[in-house]
């Protein structure tokens, strides 16, 4: 059962000195055992004498207050406890057998095939913890927590503090006793065991303030890195270690609050759901962070910034946090912008806000021109809405308008803000009015405009150059409430003048816009004109058509990699919102990719494929597809630098999967696997790439996969080669498929790969999977936990626009919503009058993504 916002209000106000013991046993972890043993002692003083406890078990043994047995209820993953003395401290103890998890939330359990061993992590936010013991599962409740974890022998045991003891249970078995936490909400409590191989790291040291303002301490802080014992060969881990040395000296100068949590464990995990996560002094990242061949830069840079973006969270969200979910930008789009920031400055990878103007942004403002979109400061009711917002909004957008802010209130006040809020909210559960008051006073500005206009309203602002360069026109609408409204944006023009060696910059004026439209003056030259050059500010910034043609021609001579950034992320909204045909954007990144830094060729190649994919009118996809496969062959021969010979690689085999595979092209693949291009050394993730490719092109057997499978027989094989079989093109493996991802208690990552294998766009069914999506996704949604739920809403909802061009209208053009796929998911949402909101907003968002696609494709035909 969801836990709603004044549910969670009541029991703050009621509860206080929180603390628990917590006893799991795992020792039985690599057996056919579903379940362990959990015990819980919470202590805590109450107001109420009806206590709820969260809790999710398939057999609740014993609830007993002050040892004695408990008037209780057990009610859909809560305990509602009566007659709980309101006089004194009491203790709860609760001791049940709860699940081990398949679906990467709560205690997952991971087995390798290459080895068999056992590998457990945990994973909790926003509330899971109550999966694995019973606990008060929300934000504000901080608590200290002592673990005591029950394990086979010689596994490592890790948690948020370090061991202080062991003992020795059995023969094979063996107990660990962690330190007591400082005060930590349940979602940041974890717990890892495994046979996971150690990396002793260097040991971080400094002399710092004890919170800003305070006395200075020597802090020192032991850094280590784990992940399976079957990545241990390829664990690149020095260059792990050497971007959080570097973070910590730079978040440690920027907060002037020394890191507070004692050691610092990165772990890396298997069947991971997202990126990483700040539990404090033990993150856990998805291992695929772990590169299968030779590390790129832009692999390095990726996990770079996820590394930093979890080090921001060590102060902002872990030792600050919100109080509830509707504020859990506060912590996000911080640690987003943070992690860029310091990407940028104590990295070598310099060019990290390039990354986040083309690719980073991309993402807000696809999700904030969905119908779905929400302001920033979203109205979070309930945690099932919670879950759903750990999205584009939540992340990019807001991590783009703090980039705003700190051009409008300048940096100095930002950073000024940022110390004097953690030194005055340390340990305790904030909302955004604090932040904002605290800059308020450090920048000496009313903010309650500027947080009215950016926090509280949806959609982005549309900027565009008048055609003769005098003016520049502002959009304001808000998406939701479909209202005029003003937001003020600090920008720049960049001017650029065509000469021998392409776009020249000439002068660069920054501009204020507050409502309505700007008459420059004096008028900004002739040739090119970048509308929000450096990156400034969070709109859709349209170039007018003179200066579109230019770019399009010579985007790469310009120099800036932010410029360059800014004008690729122009030119992809344009071809998502129907103005600049498809085709043209897959062939400007063709012609310029080349020149590009390799995250930001990463996320052109990526914007590409959707293009080719579902922007292309479907009758002129195959020709694109010869171009691209020629061209993408073309650069990755020519390629010097090996990361971007692999992006080249990747798009080429890409392509190869979405068509029917030619003689040559599958003489191709087979270079690329045998590690025969120059430059581009064999890899396995490469390998199985092109695997994936033939087979969705019907250029390889359930054979080829075999052996390509007997070749390689680790974890990660297994899953490539689920994906690579559920891609053969025949109605029999799509019926097969179909049957798998609904029915069978597949893992969160075979479930993806079935799931991508499925939709391999070679594939003709002799089965409408709309009508069969549409018959059951209500059904799968409440029989599944949110995480698979949403793969089955999200990966299964209908493409049909990557299949077939709208029918025609009356006019002779064609009619998007005339579209089956429209269609169906139309009656569905009428019918569906009572489905719960979160599906719904699932389908709403299929339907416009694919409302989009057949737009994009009807302007193009
Ligand atoms: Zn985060």
Redesign the pocket.
């Known amino acids: 059962m969801t836990l709603t916002r004044a549910e969670a209000n009541e029991r703050s106000a009621a509860l206080s000195d929180l603390s628990y013991t917590v006893h799991l046993d795992v020792t039985n972890a690599a057996s056919d055992d579903a379940t362990f043993r959990s015990t819980t002692q919470a202590r805590f003083t109450t107001t109420t004498s009806r206590v709820m406890i969260d809790l999710v078990a398939d057999e609740v043994i014993a609830i007993e207050v002050d040892g004695k047995g408990a008037d209780a209820e057990v009610r859909k993953g809560r305990i509602y406890i009566d007659n709980v003395p309101t006089d004194r401290p009491v203790e709860l103890r609760i001791v049940a057998r709860c699940r081990y998890s398949t679906s990467g939330e709560g205690l997952h359990r991971y087995r390798d095939p290459e080895d068999g061993h056992t590998y457990l992590y945990t994973q909790y936010e926003p509330m899971d913890a109550h999966r694995v013991y019973a606990c008060f599962d929300q934000p504000d409740l901080k608590a200290r927590w002592t673990f005591i974890i029950d394990a086979p022998a010689g596994d490592t045991v890790l948690s948020n503090q370090a061991e202080v003891s062991t003992e020795d249970l059995m023969p094979d078995a063996r107990r660990h006793v962690f330190g007591e936490t400082a005060l930590l909400s349940s979602y940041l409590t974890a717990i890892i065991v495994g046979p996971y191989h150690k990396v002793e790291g260097p040991t971080w040291e400094g002399t710092y303030p004890e919170y800003f303002g305070g006395p200075e301490v020597h802090v020192s802080i032991p850094l280590a890195a784990y992940c399976r014992a079957a990545l241990a060969d390829r664990f690149d881990s020095d260059d792990v270690f050497a971007v959080t040395m570097a973070g910590l000296t730079f978040f440690h100068d920027r907060y002037q609050y020394a890191y507070p949590w004692g050691k610092y464990d990165q772990i890396f995990v298997p069947e991971y759901n997202l990126g990483a996560m700040?539990n404090p002094g033990c993150v856990t990242f998805n291992e695929h962070y772990i590169p299968q061949g030779e590390p790129t830069a832009a692999q390095r840079s990726s996990r770079g910034n996820t590394i930093l973006?979890?080090m921001c969270?060590m102060w902002f969200?872990d030792l600050v946090t919100p109080v509830w979910w509707d504020d859990l930008w506060l912590?996000?789009s911080f640690?987003d912008h943070e992690g860029t920031a310091a990407l940028a400055a104590c990295t070598e990878h310099t060019d990290a806000w390039a990354a986040f103007a083309s690719g980073r942004k991309a993402w807000a403002y696809h999700q904030d021109l969905l119908p779905t979109t929400h302001p920033i400061e979203a109205d979070i009711p309930d945690v099932a809405a919670a879950k759903q917002n750990f999205d584009g909004i939540t992340y990019a957008k807001g991590a783009a308008v703090l980039k705003q802010l700190v051009a409008y209130v300048g940096e100095e006040a930002f950073i000024a803000t940022a110390r004097r809020y953690f030194a005055e909210h340390a340990w305790g559960a904030t909302r955004a009015a604090d932040l904002l008051s605290a800059l308020g006073e450090a920048s000496g500005r009313n903010m309650s405009a500027w947080t009215d206009a950016w926090l509280k309203t949806s959609g982005p602002s549309v900027i565009t150059m008048s055609e003769d360069g005098t003016r520049v026109l502002h959009d304001c609408l808000d998406a939701v409430t479909h209202l005029e409204t003003t937001r003020p944006h600090r920008l720049v023009l960049g001017f650029y003048r065509l000469g021998d060696d392409g776009l020249e910059l000439v002068e660069r004026r920054p501009i204020d816009l507050q409502d309505g439209s700007l008459t420059l003056d004096p008028p900004l030259p002739g040739d090119v004109t970048i509308v929000n050059d450096e990156d400034l500010t969070y709109a859709v910034c349209r170039l007018n058509e003179t200066s579109r043609e230019a770019v399009l021609t010579h985007l790469s001579s310009l120099t800036d990699p932010v410029t360059r950034a800014v004008a690729w992320s122009s030119l992809w909204n344009d071809t998502r919102d129907a103005l600049l045909p498809a085709a043209n954007y897959v062939h400007a990144v063709l012609q310029h990719g080349a020149g590009e830094r390799q995250s930001v060729l990463d996320a052109l190649l990526r914007q590409a494929r959707t293009a080719w994919r579902s922007y292309v009118p479907a009758s002129e996809r195959s020709a694109l597809l010869d171009d691209v496969l020629e061209q993408t062959w073309q650069q990755l021969s020519n390629e010097q630098d090996r990361g971007r010979a692999r992006l080249w690689a990747l798009a080429f085999t890409a392509a190869t999967g979405d068509r029917p595979v030619s003689q040559q092209t599958a003489s191709r693949l087979a270079e690329i696997r045998a590690g025969s291009v120059p430059g581009l050394p064999a890899a396995r993730d490469l390998s199985w790439a092109a695997i994936i490719a033939l087979a969705s092109g019907g250029g390889a057997t359930d054979h080829d996969i075999e052996a390509a499978r007997a070749e390689d027989r680790s974890g990660y094989g297994a899953v490539m080669a689920a994906q690579a079989s559920a891609s053969v093109p025949s109605e029999a493996r799509a019926r097969e498929s179909w049957r798998a991802i609904w029915q069978d208690d597949l893992s969160n990552e075979f479930l993806d790969a079935t799931i991508a294998g499925f939709n391999s766009a070679t594939r003709t069914l002799d089965f409408d999977p709309a009508e069969g999506y549409f018959e059951q996704i209500e059904a799968a949604w409440t029989n599944h936990s949110i995480a698979m739920a949403e793969r089955l809403a999200i990966g299964m909802f209908p493409r049909g626009a990557e299949i077939a061009d709208a029918p025609k209208g009356a006019t002779g053009k064609p009619d998007p919503s005339a579209h089956p796929v429209i269609r169906a998911t139309d009656q569905w949402l009428m019918q569906a009058s009572d489905a719960p909101k979160a599906l719904k907003r699932r389908i709403i968002e299929g339907r416009d993504d694919v409302l989009r696609a057949l737009r994009a494709q009807a302007a193009a035909s």
């Open positions: 700040e973006h979890e969270h969200g912590k996000e640690a």
